[in-house]
């Protein structure tokens, strides 16, 4: 769950206290969400530095800007050095499952298909779409939205798998909303990097195969002319 979820208005109006908590705070990719990465690279690099730092804190800290922009000089850019973990993006190993909390605090545990072959036709034609695009940042939440498979239940026994809920199409909002709003940067931006390769040399392939079964349907429909 991310930094600042949940945290009352009355606590922002304690300014003091809020400061202190804030300070004692550290945050990383961990409480950074994809909804926020992207809207920090929105951040125009023509702003004055003061007012960058205020932005960057204000969305990295889920802060509102007012509150930031009302603070002393030295609290604001103690808390911009906080943030220099912004300037890589995390590239660990990518997790096979991705849990979180939603908007009602309902617990939620996805499993990343890794096996192209589970992911639905039209949401193949979708990803190619999307992954055509050089920037795939911008749509990060809805490609994860696309390469998951929630998981539901227990299995009844150890070396059974997880009870895999079926893909519905009237939730694909809600599984973007909770990859935009609720998952973090930390867990989706390595199964991105990692899928985009695995798509690259997939699509290469299916493209490769398809081409060689076109041409040997070309090539019998030719000899049935001949003959």
């Known amino acids: 769950m991310c930094y600042g979820v949940g945290i009352s208005e009355r606590l922002y109006e304690a300014q003091p206290t809020w400061i202190i908590f804030v300070r004692m705070k550290n945050i990383d990719w961990n409480h950074i969400t994809p909804k926020q990465l992207i809207e920090l690279r929105q951040i125009s690099e023509e702003l004055d530095p003061i007012d960058r730092a205020i932005e960057v804190v204000s969305i990295a800290y889920k802060m509102p800007y007012e509150i930031v922009d009302s603070m002393d000089l030295k ?12 300037n890589t993006l995390p590239s660990d190993k990518p997790n096979l499952y991705i849990r979180g909390r939603d908007w009602d605090g309902k617990k939620r545990k996805y499993r990343v298909l890794y096996d192209l072959r589970e992911i639905k036709a039209h949401h193949y034609i979708e990803l190619q779409h999307i992954l055509s695009d050089a920037d795939t940042i911008e749509s990060l939440p809805q490609v994860m939205a696309l390469i998951i498979k929630e998981q539901v239940g227990f299995p009844l026994k150890l070396w059974d798998k997880k009870i895999q809920k079926e893909y519905v199409a009237s939730e694909y909002e809600d599984r973007v909303k909770f990859f935009s709003e609720y998952a973090s940067v930390q867990d989706c931006h390595p199964v991105m990097l990692f899928f985009s390769l695995l798509w690259k040399e997939w699509y290469a392939d299916i493209q490769s195969s398809l081409t060689l079964k076109i ?3 070309v090539n019998e429909v030719k000899r049935e002319v001949q003959l």
Do not use: A, P
Request: aromatic share 14%; glycine share 0%.
């Open 215 to 217: 041409m040997e349907i």
């Open 75 to 86: 609290e604001v850019i103690e808390l911009f050095s906080k943030c220099e973990f912004l």
